[in-house]
């Protein structure tokens, strides 16, 4: 078993400049930086400080986090708005910001995201019978974040594309 390792904490001024070069690269959250700061040593006070003068100075935008988090999981991880929603709440942002940023995302992405996922589903799932293959899709499409009416919906336009399995 390796000793646990001891880090020496560091001043808001380091802390400040080290958040303020990662933000510079990459979007992060108020509560992402609550917890890395947390893990550098610094006290709740000093946190709250550093966390304030990244916000102010605009290094930190949890809306702008949000909507930048909502186009990358529906482009390239393929989420629907429940699963990102649910997201964006487990990294702490506020469910305001969420439901700003999900609103003003591209509806026409989220019906096209779920038609290639429901294609490229149907092509693996295997069922005794269409009701069993429509159910496995159903689960499979609500997994990833879609709205049961959406899916359903889609679903009955595409019944001509999902042929009726027979028994294997």
């Not at 006070?45 to 304030?52: L, N």
Request: with cysteine; aromatic share 8%; hydrophobic share 40%.
């Amino acid at each position: 078993m390796s000793p646990a390792i001891t880090r020496k904490p560091v001043s808001a001024d380091d802390a400040y400049n080290r958040a303020a070069a990662r933000c510079a690269t990459a979007e992060y959250c108020q509560a992402d930086w609550r917890r890395k700061l947390g893990t550098m040593g610094l006290g709740r006070d000093a946190t709250e400080r550093v966390i304030g003068r990244l916000v102010d100075e605009g290094f930190i935008d949890d809306a702008r986090y949000a909507r930048a988090y909502v186009h990358d999981k529906a482009a390239y991880d393929r989420w629907g708005p429940l699963k990102i929603r649910q997201g964006l709440m487990a990294k702490g942002v506020a469910a305001a910001i969420a439901d700003e940023a999900l609103a003003a995302a591209d509806t026409a992405q989220w019906r096209d995201n779920l038609l290639a996922l429901l294609r490229q589903k149907a092509r693996t799932v295997t069922a005794a019978d269409g009701y069993g293959r429509r159910q496995k899709l159903v689960r499979f499409a609500a997994g990833r974040g879609y709205e049961a009416e959406a899916i359903f919906r889609l679903l009955d336009e595409l019944s001509d594309e999902f042929p009726e399995e027979e028994a294997t």
